[in-house]
């Protein structure tokens, strides 16, 4: 009688535990889903945006170590990109890729469901969709609250593990972002300047075709 009812404490007391977690890792989900919401608003309700970053590449087993600086501006449906040297200028109608190296112009229609594309849109909101996430690690840099949250890709066949996004808690904004790939490659972009509603010149969203007229044009469509 007294194994029986122990036997039968232990699997009520498993049964709790497991209900306790779950309720938990719900009500952790929920907080991480209502900054991520936060984030997304506050990014919504700006005129334009500028960021100036740095894109960090690490993998000790391969050896690598590469740090790189780039910057974007957006505003409506255009934009500046600046990575790894080569600039992309998207007008609202199309996509110029200027490569200083291969002195070449690609001019081209931009779709937006290609997933080969980077694009502001894509840096700024890739985790409204395709990821379970939960509430991970504070860590404090200066007097700034970085919340991160911890993103896990629904595909299996993603080649990400997890992304943790750092949040400034105050402002609601992106502080870094930390992409881990299956082949443990880490990705991190780190944010340095993030201004808005800037007094922007039409002709930043405008290519001036004069300035490359010793580059080859590329024309795909």
């Known amino acids: 009688m007294n194994k029986y009812y122990t036997m039968k404490k232990i699997i009520l007391l498993f049964i709790v535990t497991i209900i306790s977690n779950n309720i938990i890792i719900s009500q952790n989900s929920e907080e991480a889903k209502i900054l991520l919401n936060k984030v997304s608003e506050n990014i919504k309700s700006y005129d334009n945006i500028y960021i100036n970053y740095t894109y960090t590449l690490f993998n000790s087993e391969e050896d690598?170590?590469?740090t790189n600086n780039g910057s974007f501006v957006t505003e409506d449906d255009k934009w500046k990109f600046v990575m790894l040297d080569v600039t992309r200028i998207f007008d609202g109608d199309n996509l110029y890729t200027i490569s200083p190296d291969d002195e070449e112009v690609t001019i081209s229609t931009q779709n937006p469901d290609d997933e080969s594309t980077i694009t502001p849109n894509k840096m700024l909101y890739f985790y409204e969709e395709g990821y379970t996430f939960e509430m991970d690690i504070v860590q404090y840099v200066g007097r700034k609250k970085i919340q991160y949250i911890k993103l896990v890709p629904m595909d299996s066949d993603a080649e990400i593990k997890y992304i943790l996004m750092g949040i400034d808690v105050e402002f609601s904004q992106i502080y870094n972002v930390i992409e881990?790939?299956?082949?443990?490659?880490?990705?991190?972009i780190s944010i340095i300047d993030f201004e808005v509603n800037l007094p922007l010149e039409e002709s930043l969203f405008v290519f001036d075709k004069e300035k490359y007229n010793d580059y080859y044009m590329n024309i795909l469509d």
């Open 64 to 66: 690598i170590n590469q």
């Open 180 to 188: 881990t790939g299956i082949n443990d490659t880490q990705t991190t």
